[in-house]
């Protein structure tokens, strides 16, 4: 493919090069959701992706364990694990890398565990997969530690317990301890703590927290506080397109793109003046076959120009580490 | 677990005696009196009422069934008005009959039902599933007189290769040539109740193998690199399987005495066609009988179709509630 072998910085675990992907609609068309991403992944850092419901981040995850539905179909670009493209393995190559490699934790831990199995069998099985050495035994006594691990009391007794006799942030962590039983270089956390309740969502956060460092974070997230607990970088999403990307401090305290800022602005805080109303951003999220064309922002931006309408502004290097996608700084204006 | 067991097994003897209770007295509710049925109108009015005493129909109608049910649990069910046997023996020695066209219809519906429907939902949409889809509705939809003639004219009539009634030639040989007589003779009536039940089965467990294939817990079994071969095995197959195996209990109890068509156009043996019989006769206490036989199948098939789904699904088992 590209002219991508070395190109890289050494540490970068996972990157994305110029992916695009799209689905495929009844016609046979196909339409673009996912344009032109390029990112990378750092050894033992967290990225965050943030946006809001539809924007892309799932399939970016998805993308990267290549479990994509069969209607979505990858458009272009390269996904790099280290040296290797994934988009030329095949099949049975990329199962080695599943559950090994790369893990990943769902949203819904309500029904992300299988019901008629128990817990032990289902952390056991990615070790049955990836571990073969292991003896039957000690897969069991590797699910008891991890379970241990993730915080569950009486672990020798709950292995052998159903998805159902746990509760939902029980679940997530019985879905962290599958996700982590390999010593995977990179996990990807699809809203992990989204379907919980409040006092859940921080314990959860808090085994992430206290795992984190052990690889790589991808973490997906409409939730920009967890993303400053966790993550050093972001990546702001806004309808399949990166609209800016730099560390976490950039995007919390001087974010630049008129999105980001939104998003910003729609934070509740309990400092400063009190506000009457919390700010949010006009609109919503289009649907894939109604992006509209130019910058896909424009029509909910306040800071729209005739320009945003006509033509997609690139991917702009404002500083080292922080790029962002807007007319207001590609140049165009000068 | 045991806690679960006794409950349903109370259900189901609370079920069985509602269903007996029902049949009693639909029995009783008949516009015509039994003993007019049994015996010459132009006997002498003491005479008739020294039959009913007979019979205890003279007594009131609670006394009547204590002394129903006290013959009950002897395994008394009465006298065929017909052959004045023992409704009890009447029906024992149709049972088998039935019990063998409904164990090879069963076996054979579920051997290929599950794989056929299993492999339609992997396919989905694709030329095997939906060729399976128009067999199914076929299948379904198809008037089984209609069939079974079909069957008889071309099979029985036309190539003379199976015979048209009967379950064995009379006089009935002996050793492996009857054994291979009833199989001839078998072989139309179980492929005419086949091509319903195996549809039910296919289409069962197509459309619930559809459905478990888009949870995200299969998503996760991808996702920790086992393959399509072992996620469906594993993953998909047991949770697929729950509603196949409460449908092909349903079925089994139903099958036990609604094969009445089927059986009375092959002319075969079972209770089906002693149920059609019984009809045409007025021979209410063979009907009685197989009626009660019929609702103590249906509720004891529910109840094991329960333990089965139990012993699957642990949320069942070890909540004790949802059925």
């Known amino acids: 493919m590209r002219e991508v072998q070395g190109r890289q910085a050494p540490d970068d675990i ?45 399939i970016t995850g998805l993308s990267a364990i290549r479990l994509l539905s069969k209607q979505l179909v990858v458009q272009g670009g390269a996904i790099f694990l280290g040296n290797e493209n994934l988009l030329e393995k095949t099949e049975r190559e990329m199962q080695d890398i599943r559950g090994g490699k790369i893990a990943m934790i769902f949203q819904e831990p309500m029904t992300s565990l299988n019901p008629v199995l128990s817990v032990g069998f289902q952390i056991e099985e990615v070790l049955a997969r990836h571990r073969p050495e292991l003896s039957p ?72 927290k206290r795992l984190k460092g052990r690889g790589s974070l991808m973490l997906i997230t409409h939730n920009l506080g967890i993303i400053a607990d966790l993550c050093e970088e972001v990546l702001v999403m806004y309808a399949g397109r990166i609209v800016e990307k730099a560390d976490v401090e950039t995007i919390l305290k001087k974010p630049i793109h008129p999105y980001t800022q939104g998003l910003i602005a729609s934070i509740p805080t309990l400092r400063g003046e009190r506000q009457k109303f919390l700010y949010s951003i006009p609109g919503m999220v289009p649907a894939a076959k109604n992006f509209p064309s130019g910058c896909r922002f424009h029509p909910r931006c306040d800071r729209c120009m005739d320009l945003c309408r006509v033509e997609a502004p690139p991917l702009t290097k404002i500083r080292d580490g922080h790029s962002v996608r807007c007319h207001l700084y590609s140049g165009a204006l000068s | 677990m045991a806690e679960y067991i006794f409950r349903r097994l109370m259900k189901s003897l609370l079920t069985v005696f509602i269903s007996i209770m029902l049949t009693f007295l639909i029995i009783r509710l008949m516009p015509a009196d039994p003993v007019s049925l049994m015996v010459d109108p132009k006997l002498s009015p003491e005479v008739q009422e020294q039959m009913r005493k007979n019979f205890g129909l003279d007594k009131p109608i609670y ?74 509705t076929l299948a379904i939809s198809i008037f089984i007189p209609f069939i079974s ?99 092909t209990g349903l079925m089994i109890g139903s099958m036990m005495g609604g094969a009445i068509m089927t059986e009375t156009i092959y002319a075969w043996p079972g209770v089906g066609r002693l149920i059609y019989d019984s009809v045409n006769a007025m021979d209410y206490p063979v009907l009685q009988g197989a009626f009660l036989m019929l609702s103590i199948t249906v509720v004891a098939m529910n109840f094991i179709t329960d333990l089965v789904v139990a012993k699957i699904d642990p949320r069942i088992r070890l909540s004790g509630g949802r059925a």
């Open chain 2, 149 to 247: 003639f079909a069957f008889l004219y071309l099979f029985g009539y036309r190539l003379g290769l199976l015979p048209t009634g009967g379950a064995y030639t009379p006089p009935p040989t002996q050793g492996f040539a009857y054994v291979l007589d009833v199989a001839r003779h078998s072989v139309l009536p179980t492929i005419t109740l086949f091509l319903g039940n195996s549809a039910t089965v296919i289409l069962y467990s197509r459309n619930s193998m559809i459905d478990v294939l888009k949870e995200d817990y299969i998503r996760t079994a991808f996702a920790k690199g086992w393959d399509d071969r072992y996620v469906t095995r594993k993953h998909a197959l047991k949770n697929a399987l729950i509603p196949t195996v409460t449908v």
């Open chain 1, 137 to 208: 035994d000690d897969r069991r006594s590797s699910a008891i530690e991890l379970l241990r691990e993730v915080g569950i009391s009486a672990p020798e007794k709950r292995v052998e317990d159903y998805p159902h006799q746990f509760s939902g942030g029980m679940r997530q962590r019985v879905m962290i301890a599958m996700a982590i039983a390999c010593h995977p270089l990179l996990l990807i956390a699809d809203e992990p703590t989204t379907a919980l309740d409040v006092t859940i969502q921080a314990q959860v956060l808090a085994l992430m």
């Open chain 1, 14 to 58: 996972l990157i994305f090069d110029n992916y695009s992907a799209g689905y495929l609609d009844d016609d046979g068309h196909i339409i673009n959701l996912l344009d032109s991403l390029s990112f990378s992944v750092k050894e033992g850092r967290a990225l965050g992706i943030v946006g809001e419901s539809g924007c892309g981040k799932s």
């Open chain 2, 63 to 136: 006394t009547q069934f204590g002394i129903y049910l006290l013959n009950l649990l002897k395994g008394d069910l009465g006298y065929s008005f017909k052959t004045r046997e023992p409704v009890i023996t009447v029906l024992m020695q149709r049972l088998p009959w039935t019990i063998l066209l409904m164990f090879t219809t069963l076996i054979m519906s579920l051997a290929i039902g599950l794989p056929v429907g299993i492999t339609a939902a992997k396919r989905r949409n694709k030329l095997f599933d939906r060729v399976v889809n128009v067999l199914i």
